[in-house]
């Protein structure tokens, strides 16, 4: 009798055990309760299974339209090509009304402290201004400069630094 209720408990455990997995820091459902959509360590949902990232996130802009702009050293100008991330930005923002943004500007590690957090902020607002010259409420949009404070690239080179010049958008 007591092999019984221990086979029990050891299925009941196996099966418990396999119900979900982890996937970078999230739990994904691998039973289709959840339609396979992989949660992120916020609950934040990511991606639903070979469909791509669920509609509207972070992961979603990410993959579909791009979430950063570069800029040149020591400038704020946009040139053709962040116009044209910033131009699919805006058309994706318009599939989401409800959806605020922040936009982050960043530097490279030259220069001052102060100097790159006002040349950070101006990258932002570059940004926010041409958002909103395509259709972008600005009650959406919030900038916040970082100046050199958060590499994406660690290192002390030109292509370090070319990819620290940057402005980035995040869904709120």
């Known amino acids: 009798m007591l092999a019984r209720y221990f086979m029990i408990f050891s299925t009941v455990f196996l099966l418990a055990a396999c119900g979900t997995s982890t996937y970078d820091g999230g739990a994904m459902d691998l039973d289709g309760m959840n339609g396979g959509v992989i949660v992120g360590e916020d609950d934040t949902a990511l991606y639903a299974g070979e469909a791509g990232p669920v509609p509207g996130t972070q992961a979603d802009l ?8 570069f800029f040149n050293t020591d400038s704020s100008e946009l040139t053709m090509e962040p116009r044209t991330t910033l131009e699919n930005q805006a058309v994706w923002l318009g599939q989401y009304l409800h959806m605020g943004i922040i936009i ?7 220069g001052t402290r102060e100097y790159n957090l006002a040349l950070g902020e101006r990258r932002a607002s570059a940004v926010k201004n041409y958002l909103v010259a395509l259709g972008v409420s600005p009650s959406r949009i919030t900038t916040v400069s970082y100046g050199k404070e958060r590499p994406a690239v660690p290192g002390v080179n030109e292509g370090a630094w070319a990819q620290n010049r940057r402005s980035v958008t995040k869904v709120q």
């Open 62 to 69: 990410v993959v579909n339209v791009g979430d950063r702009v």
């Open 104 to 110: 982050e500007g960043h530097c490279d590690e030259r």
